[in-house]
């Protein structure tokens, strides 16, 4: 469910915690996914959330996608590997290998 309702309903709900993939990371841009109804969603679970984590894998960083939804400070950021020293700097990255 997407669109301006879903971002009316989820306004009404608290989370511990959220979990939410990205389609690029970018110092700059922040997280981006390239769908404005998708970005709006993101944006508002973030905000609702106390901890946010987002999921991505090593080939998501420096991609950019047309709407941005959050800056990387606001999120801890899981993925298999993370070159960039200074994205580390921003926020908190956890790499998970298998």
Do not use: W
Not at 66 to 71: K, N, T
Request: net charge neutral; charged share 20%; with cysteine.
């Amino acid at each position: 469910i997407i669109g301006l309702v879903a971002a009316s309903n989820l306004q009404k709900y608290n989370f511990s915690k959220a979990f939410i993939g990205t389609n690029g990371v970018s110092e700059k841009q922040g997280f981006t996914t390239p769908d404005t109804e998708e970005a709006m969603l993101k944006a508002v679970a973030i905000e609702r959330s106390f901890v946010t984590y987002v999921l991505c894998d090593h080939t998501k960083f420096g991609k950019v996608s047309a709407v941005s939804f959050s800056p990387v400070a606001a999120a801890c950021i899981i993925c298999d590997k993370c070159d960039d020293e200074q994205l580390k700097s921003k926020t908190v990255v956890k790499e998970v290998t298998a």
